[in-house]
């Protein structure tokens, strides 16, 4: 309307003049959109080329590799019961394979046989069987979880807003359990990413991504268990083993593999603690831990100031993800009762106690 009014003021030349420059202005503002879209289309189906090469090469062979060569002998890989398989994947977020297998899956399974009947179970008997383990809140949470839920969702955001599970954990249980067609995520597998895509400090987005332009979504599964196996056997931190690798020929960073991803130096915090068990017959007092940090478990009292009269029996370390927990142990004979709960040492095993706990205990 403005322009229109504005036109009918000017001379009919000059009217014809700015209506030329008008149409000029408007092809080329069109001419630049258009190769816009075109250049952005053509990335699109230069990128699908990119992929579909990479899956042509990269697919039969992973395949092959994990008929010939896969762990199918773990016993979630031979179930498809959605709770097997998430306790599993609990279980390895911070477990090697083997303690998994030879210790724990096995004894808790039968302990509690579905969600239903772990939902049932008091949390102490959880801990108990968690013992050793380490990273009680998986416990915790998995039987929250149970408490919630009789049969775990297949929907992936149902999953996730289920207590402790992660976009990892949905992904795997809804890749094995319901064989949806999603990528995993784990440590190892970030690393075989990093290293194919030579890829030195991606973004979470642009692995998954990455992940999902690999996946081959005829087989989930394979490709999943593919990927871990490879991740923990093959494309080792140190040294990977190219020669062995189905990945060898599509793989843009073996040549530098150490390059990929870049590592982050981690300076470890360490916490000190002082802590006094008190003994009286021969029975050590012991307290169930109230705070956020290994809550639930029972454990020697930490002080600020250990007493004058106690022994002095040496120190305890325990490594933790994010700190390391240096403990300085005395022992207090006590002449009369001053705390609330004693124990005597066969019942100090039946009780739920934490790694550190037991060192501290194999002191006395
Ligand atoms: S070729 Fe080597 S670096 Fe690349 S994914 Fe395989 S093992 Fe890892």
Redesign the pocket.
Known sequence: MIIKVALRCVEPKLYTLIIGFYLVLLTFIYNIRLNYVMQTHLCNIFKHLIQYRMHKKATPSLLDWYHTHGRHELPWRNTEDPYHIYLSEVMLQQTQVKTVLERFYFPFLQRFPSLKTLGDAALDDVLKMWEGLGYYTRAKNLHKTATLVERLPSDIDALIALPGIGKNTAHAIAAFAFGQPVPVMEANVRR?LC??FALQTPAPKDLWDKAYDLLDTQNPFEHNQAMMD?GSG??LPKN???TL?P??SI?T??QT?QRYPLKQKKTVPIREEFIMVYRYNDRLSLTQRKGKFLHGLWGFESVDVPLCAAEYLGEVTHAYTHFKLVCKVYVYDELDKEQTHYFNLSEIRKLAISKVDEKILKLL
């Open positions: 075989i290293r194919i490879i093959i494309c990977p083993k190219c690798c990945f060898a793989c960073g073996k593999p």
